[in-house]
């Protein structure tokens, strides 16, 4: 599926400059060169692409009339071309899930989730009623991990996704589910439960009651 997004995205005008540009920096003339577009239509393209934050100006290559930008692909664009990140990960936790007793793999992706909050937060520790705490953590989820969550109150406040960013590894590793249950946790000051699905399509839930504290 992976696979198929990414070639839907080159398949556009827009994925074709994105092709080019992962090879090496070029300029709008240069972009024009190789796919047959006028140059016009290119700084357009390049020009929406900036303000969308797929490519940045890296410098100018001196011209005859006048210096020409040159564009290359941002890092966040980059990583998402990547096919690395999910392998790599997996082998990870292989490596570590032969090597380390079960409760020591555990603290160890507990405290890698911890440390995913803080890389994610803002600035300020997440305030408010704690259904705002839990939607604050589910918004930054879906931002920065690709999840695709909301909050449900039924009883007990719930974020459910309708996947998960995680889907490769969480069905072989229920670890890697306690990882993300611990950066919630972190994120919203409460102690929060995990309730994820890993059958053919995971899914992720996390839940807190009414009364739950953090010890």
Known sequence: MAEILRQQLLDTSR???VSLL???ALTAEDVATELGLTRSAVRIQLAAMERDGVVRKVGKRPGTTRPSHLYELTRDVDALLSKAYIPLLTQLVEVFAEALPADQLETLLRGAGKRLAD?????RRISGALESRMASASKLMNEHL???THVERNGEITIRGAGCPLAALTGKHVGVCLAMESMVSELVGVEVRQCCERDARPRCC?????TSSRP
């Open 15 to 17: 994925g074709r400059i």
């Open 146 to 148: 690709g999840a695709l």
């Open 119 to 123: 890389a994610l937060r803002p600035t």
């Open 206 to 210: 996390f839940e807190v009651g009414r």
């Open 22 to 24: 992962r090879a090496r």
